[in-house]
């Protein structure tokens, strides 16, 4: 089916740091999504991203994150400062667009904050 | 947890047997997803579905709107079944899944 790359799978970083998590969405698709999942727990939807910009998020997107993606390159998640709340496995998704809107998830960021 | 209900927690199942998850919503799903997390943590696309029935192999899904639930069969459970299902439910405006807390199978011989 559908990829979705995610890089990097791994990330360990000092509270306070900037940390930027990078997406390779399905090549044609239109729609983006960061979810947030804590220790195999509940997976959360933290924002969607349509035509450069933030259609909706949750207040789990604190004010510390955001989102762009630049001239069709990598859809990203930037979270700075990084606090340690923030440790979790972050999961980005797309989808084709409206009437077609099966979401396919990449593999995760297993961010870890120390 | 509390919008999407995921039923069982956890389910034992034996090599070659059946058995259903259950979804129930409480808010408006217009369309529902299911994943196979797997151990290594990466999220496998079941089916999407809107209002119906679909079936893929071993694995039948169907979705009731009206009654707002969703239920996953499995049949003739095999190792590789072994993983956290989730349910999700979606609408037509391509906002965020709000996800099930999933439930954990295990599948021994």
């Known amino acids: 089916g559908p990829k979705v790359l995610q890089i990097p799978s791994h990330q360990i970083i000092d509270m306070g740091q900037m940390v930027t998590l990078n997406c390779d969405p399905v090549s044609n698709h239109l729609y983006f999504y960061w979810y947030k999942q804590i220790l195999g727990q509940q997976m959360e939807f933290l924002v969607n991203f349509y035509n450069g910009k933030v259609m909706e998020k949750s207040k789990l997107f604190k004010d510390q994150f955001s989102v762009e993606r630049p001239d069709g390159s990598y859809f990203t998640l930037k979270i700075q400062p990084t606090a340690l709340e923030d440790s979790a496995v972050y999961f980005c998704?797309?989808?084709?667009?409206?009437?077609?809107?099966?979401?396919?998830f990449g593999p995760g960021t297993r961010l870890t904050v120390l | 947890g509390d919008k999407v209900k995921q039923s069982p927690s956890a389910l034992s199942l034996q090599e070659g047997t059946n058995s259903a998850l259950r979804c129930n919503f409480s808010?408006?799903?217009?369309?529902v997803q299911w994943f196979l997390q797997n151990p290594r943590g990466s999220l496998i696309n079941l089916f999407y579905?809107?209002?119906g029935t679909k079936e893929n192999g071993r694995l039948k899904s169907a979705f009731d709107s009206k009654e707002s639930y969703s239920t996953l069969h499995i049949r003739d459970a095999q190792l590789e079944d072994s993983g956290t299902y989730f349910c999700?439910?979606?609408?037509?405006?391509?906002?965020?899944?709000?996800f099930g807390l999933g439930t954990r199978v295990s599948v021994f011989p």
């Open positions: 998704a797309s989808s084709l667009g409206l009437g077609a809107l099966e979401q396919y």
């Open positions: 808010i408006a799903a217009t369309t």
């Open positions: 999700a439910a979606g609408n037509n405006y391509a906002q965020g899944l709000t």
């Open positions: 579905l809107v209002p």
